[in-house]
């Protein structure tokens, strides 16, 4: 793919820009394009600006004590704003003594034409996920009044990722965006490409989609041109360019490796020729009443199109699916029944069992996705650790590692076979499941084995998994990379095996800070989603402890769980709008009454707010406790309440 030579063919191309139009226009005729560049936005001062004047008197007064500033431009505008009002000299003084922090180059650079250096640089490519994770790595936000110079619209998700670490966030905007003064050239576009006239589009800055938007809707055009968008091949620069897109639910189809005009002109020459066919191919085949004989080949498994897969994908849905963590268990009375004539650990290695007790629950709940019925930690067994489930005690370890030399002795998952019962739960429960219901393979993450298999078992302080961690950060890797490399054979013997989607459980991952999760486990759970099978879903789900949520976002394909310590709207805003979520009822509820039931029922989908991708789950698993009636009650309630 990357050999080819980049040549739109004669696409029609319509680009979005305002500084640089005439050079992105020779870029697209130069590499076969027909373009049709229109300037789309331009900043204008706001003035007199008071809030910008506040702004700089609580920095001078000493109120503020970090500054972030987003952009170059934004930074000479409220220089611009305050210098009538205030002693400009002061407030640069003043910046200079306390934390600074730049948003890429731009800002950098506008801070050095007033002999100003910045305390920290986000890297590349500088959106808000790398801003605050180089806050994590520097800077303590805990009762920190914070100036935030913003660009373009407000950033929601960056407002509350430095909220949540503690932070007093103080806005400003130094200037607005506005149309260009010249319309011609951006209408014309918006009406070609509501009418189907282009045949790819290209973003170059994140404000291009708002202003996009609100000249279709002058012109009366908002249907029909995010009908055309559908039809075409969306380029955008970069990662910032991309959330604000999908925020305003524009498909977002390539994206340049590096966030530069020239990178996205010959990467989406490169590859829009190829989307555009086969988009194109899908939109022209014929519809019939009835499907032909041969319409499992051109549709797919009908699991491919289940509800719960379409949420994986953040696609729209009728209605919100929903499955239900430990959905097959000691709640049920058929569950009960083959415990009784069976130990748990030997029903995990039992295929035909482990299908039968989920296909029971599915069939019973009316849930949309069934989890194979598995434990965490019987892939602990091969790599070397003596696993037994007590009863009254739950899993032990008896042969715990108690310091770095015992690491290794941890093995290696060399042969994927000895954990072949669970491939065979897969493929049995695959078997088994009506072919709509989408099977979903499991493995706890790195940490939360790690700390089974340092502690020996539960822990409420993780005393030996911390000191270990601390202590010997070499050895730790140790441990946790043959853990990583474990799962991730692990989970894609599962796939090859028949799961459609694998979720990562990592249970007591709450008891660690940002700080210590983004050194010691962010790395390892990297290398999983690098090597896990980039043809399905993963969610990634962990407990306790919500400022994590925003480095639990994975990869693209990366569906994030959430448990129930947090409200579903300020999670889905910390993780980002562009991943779906799972969750997150609190499992306890289900011990309430149904009126209870359907009161947080309807509160948590109020949170996601009818949003594409939300999968409706517990913030945990269902307790043993629990009423059956009551979960079948809440399966129906959210189908119901659900409901296009």
Same mark, same amino acid.
């Given at each position: 793919?990357?050999?080819?030579?980049?040549?739109?063919?004669?696409?029609?191309?319509?680009?979005?820009?305002?500084?640089?139009?005439?050079?992105?226009?020779?870029?697209?005729?130069?590499?076969?394009?027909?373009? !049709?560049?229109?300037?789309?936005?331009?900043?204008?001062?706001?003035?007199?600006?008071?809030?910008?004047?506040?702004?700089?008197?609580?920095?001078?007064?000493?109120?503020?004590?970090?500054?972030?500033?987003?952009?170059?431009?934004?930074?000479?505008?409220?220089?611009?704003?305050?210098?009538?009002?205030?002693?400009?000299?002061?407030?640069?003084?003043?910046?200079?003594?306390?934390?600074?922090?730049?948003?890429? %180059?731009?800002?950098?650079?506008?801070?050095?034409?007033?002999?100003?250096?910045?305390?920290?640089?986000? +890297?590349?490519?500088?959106?808000?996920? #790398?801003?605050?994770?180089?806050?994590?790595?520097?800077?303590?936000?805990?009762?920190?009044?914070?100036?935030?110079?913003?660009?373009?619209?407000? $950033?929601?998700?960056?407002?509350?990722?430095?909220?949540?670490?503690?932070?007093?966030?103080?806005?400003?905007? %130094?200037?607005?965006?506005?149309?260009?003064?010249? /319309?011609?050239?951006?209408?014309?576009?918006?009406?070609?490409?509501?009418?189907? /006239?282009?045949?790819?589009?290209?973003?170059?800055?994140?404000?291009?989609?708002?202003?996009?938007?609100?000249?279709?809707?002058?012109?009366?055009?908002?249907?029909?041109?995010? /009908?055309?968008?559908?039809?075409?091949?969306?380029?955008?620069?970069?990662?910032?360019?991309?959330?604000?897109?999908?925020?305003?639910?524009?498909?977002?189809?390539?994206? +340049?490796?590096?966030?530069?005009?020239?990178?996205? &002109?010959?990467?989406?020459?490169?590859?829009?020729?190829?989307?555009?066919? $086969?988009?194109?191919?899908?939109?022209?085949?014929?519809?019939?009443?009835?499907?032909?004989?041969?319409?499992?080949?051109?549709?797919?498994?009908?699991?491919?199109?289940?509800?719960?897969?379409?949420?994986?994908?953040?696609?729209?849905?009728?209605?919100?699916?929903?499955?239900?963590?430990?959905?097959?268990?000691?709640?049920?009375?058929?569950?009960?029944?083959?415990?009784?004539?069976?130990?748990?650990?030997?029903?995990?290695?039992?295929?035909?069992?482990?299908?039968?007790?989920?296909?029971?629950?599915?069939?019973?709940?009316?849930?949309?996705?069934?989890?194979?019925?598995?434990?965490?930690?019987?892939?602990?067994?091969?790599?070397?650790?003596?696993? #037994?489930?007590?009863?009254?005690?739950? +899993?032990?370890?008896?042969? %715990?590692?108690?310091?770095?030399?015992?690491?290794?002795?941890?093995?290696?998952?060399?042969?994927?076979?000895?954990?072949?019962?669970?491939?065979?739960?897969?493929?049995?429960?695959?078997?088994?499941?009506?072919?709509?219901?989408?099977?979903?393979?499991?493995?706890?993450?790195?940490?939360?084995?790690?700390?089974?298999?340092?502690?020996?078992?539960?822990?409420?302080?993780?005393?030996?998994?911390?000191?270990?961690?601390?202590?010997?950060?070499?050895?730790?890797?140790?441990?946790?990379?043959?853990?990583?490399?474990?799962?991730?054979?692990?989970?894609?013997?599962?796939?090859?095996?028949?799961?459609?989607?694998?979720?990562? !459980?990592?249970?007591?991952?709450?008891?660690?800070?940002?700080?210590?999760?983004?050194? !010691?486990?962010?790395?390892?759970?990297?290398?999983?989603?690098?090597?896990?099978?980039?043809?399905?879903?993963?969610?990634?789900?962990?407990?306790?402890?919500?400022?994590?949520?925003?480095?639990?976002?994975?990869?693209?394909?990366?569906?994030?769980? &959430?448990?129930?310590?947090?409200?579903?709207?300020?999670?889905?805003?910390?993780?980002?709008?562009?991943? %779906?979520?799972?969750?997150?009822?609190?499992?306890?509820?289900?011990?309430?009454?149904?009126?209870?039931?359907?009161?947080?029922?309807?509160?948590?989908?109020?949170?996601?707010?009818?949003?594409?991708?939300?999968?409706?789950?517990?913030?945990?698993?269902?307790?043993?406790?629990?009423?059956?009636?009551?979960?079948?009650?809440?399966?129906?309630?959210?189908?119901?309440?659900?409901?296009?």
């Amino acid at each position: 793919m990357t050999d080819r030579k980049p040549d739109f063919g004669g696409l029609r191309v319509a680009a979005l820009e305002s500084r640089r139009a005439d050079d992105l226009k020779r870029m697209i005729e130069k590499h076969g394009g027909v373009a !049709f560049v229109s300037p789309s936005m331009r900043e204008v001062p706001i003035e007199p600006n008071r809030d910008a004047i506040d702004f700089a008197y609580k920095v001078m007064t000493g109120q503020i004590g970090v500054v972030i500033l987003t952009t170059g431009v934004g930074f000479r505008h409220l220089l611009r704003a305050t210098e009538k009002h205030l002693d400009n000299q002061k407030f640069l003084d003043s910046l200079s003594d306390i934390v600074t922090v730049c948003r890429g %180059p731009k800002p950098v650079a506008a801070m050095k034409e007033v002999g100003l250096k910045p305390t920290h640089r986000v +890297p590349e490519p500088n959106t808000w996920r #790398e801003l605050l994770t180089t806050l994590d790595e520097n800077v303590s936000l805990v009762n920190q009044n914070v100036g935030l110079q913003e660009y373009g619209v407000t $950033n929601t998700s960056l407002i509350a990722g430095l909220e949540a670490r503690g932070a007093t966030v103080f806005p400003v905007r %130094p200037y607005a965006w506005d149309f260009p003064e010249d /319309q011609t050239l951006l209408r014309q576009n918006v009406r070609a490409l509501a009418s189907g /006239q282009r045949d790819v589009v290209m973003f170059t800055s994140a404000h291009q989609a708002v202003n996009l938007l609100r000249c279709a809707e002058e012109l009366k055009l908002v249907n029909e041109l995010r /009908q055309g968008l559908k039809r075409m091949v969306v380029a955008s620069i970069g990662p910032t360019t991309s959330q604000m897109l999908e925020e305003s639910e524009i498909r977002v189809d390539l994206e +340049p490796e590096h966030p530069k005009m020239g990178h996205l &002109v010959v990467d989406t020459a490169r590859r829009a020729g190829e989307i555009h066919t $086969n988009r194109h191919t899908i939109q022209m085949m014929p519809i019939h009443d009835e499907l032909p004989m041969n319409a499992a080949e051109t549709t797919g498994p009908a699991w491919q199109q289940s509800l719960f897969l379409k949420a994986c994908r953040g696609e729209p849905t009728e209605r919100t699916p929903i499955w239900l963590m430990r959905q097959a268990g000691r709640y049920m009375a058929e569950y009960r029944e083959v415990r009784a004539k069976t130990s748990f650990l030997d029903l995990c290695k039992n295929p035909q069992l482990c299908s039968e007790v989920m296909c029971t629950a599915v069939d019973k709940l009316g849930v949309d996705a069934a989890i194979i019925f598995s434990d965490l930690l019987p892939i602990l067994e091969p790599l070397g650790f003596d696993l #037994e489930f007590v009863k009254g005690d739950g +899993p032990v370890i008896h042969n %715990p590692i108690r310091g770095g030399a015992q690491v290794d002795r941890v093995k290696e998952l060399d042969e994927p076979g000895s954990m072949q019962f669970v491939y065979d739960t897969v493929r049995q429960t695959r078997a088994d499941m009506p072919d709509e219901i989408p099977v979903i393979g499991f493995s706890g993450s790195p940490f939360t084995l790690a700390s089974y298999a340092i502690e020996g078992g539960g822990s409420r302080a993780y005393t030996n998994t911390k000191q270990l961690m601390y202590t010997d950060p070499g050895a730790w890797n140790a441990l946790m990379s043959r853990l990583s490399r474990a799962i991730v054979l692990y989970l894609n013997e599962q796939i090859a095996a028949g799961a459609n989607c694998v979720q990562l !459980f990592d249970s007591w991952v709450g008891c660690l800070s940002t700080n210590d999760y983004k050194q !010691f486990v962010l790395p390892h759970m990297r290398h999983i989603f690098e090597g896990v099978d980039p043809s399905v879903p993963v969610i990634n789900f962990g407990t306790g402890n919500p400022m994590l949520l925003p480095l639990m976002r994975g990869d693209r394909r990366t569906v994030v769980g &959430v448990d129930w310590r947090i409200d579903l709207d300020a999670a889905w805003k910390m993780i980002g709008a562009d991943r %779906p979520v799972q969750g997150n009822l609190e499992p306890a509820v289900l011990l309430g009454t149904p009126e209870l039931i359907k009161e947080r029922a309807a509160m948590v989908l109020q949170q996601a707010g009818g949003r594409p991708g939300h999968i409706f789950n517990l913030g945990h698993g269902v307790f043993q406790q629990t009423p059956v009636e009551n979960v079948i009650a809440l399966v129906e309630m959210v189908k119901e309440l659900s409901a296009v």
